[in-house]
């Protein structure tokens, strides 16, 4: 789900991805941070759990938001 994400992210805020390891990295950390919002910030219980297309939305809304925030 992490590669996923990761390179979805890639594709839409720059073209191209981050090369396998970086869209990992994304992927992972985005899900974090779409967890962490989704839970805290809209108030949804438990937003990433098992793989679905839940978790998938999750993970890449939140690699969107770190490529956005950190300015890669």
Not at 23 to 43: E, M, P, Q, R, W
Request: aromatic share 6%; hydrophobic share 55%; net charge positive.
């Amino acid at each position: 789900m992490g590669l996923v994400a990761g390179w979805l992210a890639g594709k839409v805020t720059r073209g191209s991805g981050y090369g396998v390891i970086g869209d990992v990295i994304l992927g992972v950390v985005g899900a974090l941070v779409g967890g962490f919002l989704a839970t805290n910030v809209l108030g949804i219980a438990n937003p990433v759990s098992g793989i679905n297309i839940t978790t998938l939305i999750v993970a890449f809304l939140g690699a969107v938001v770190v490529v956005v925030v950190g300015g890669c």
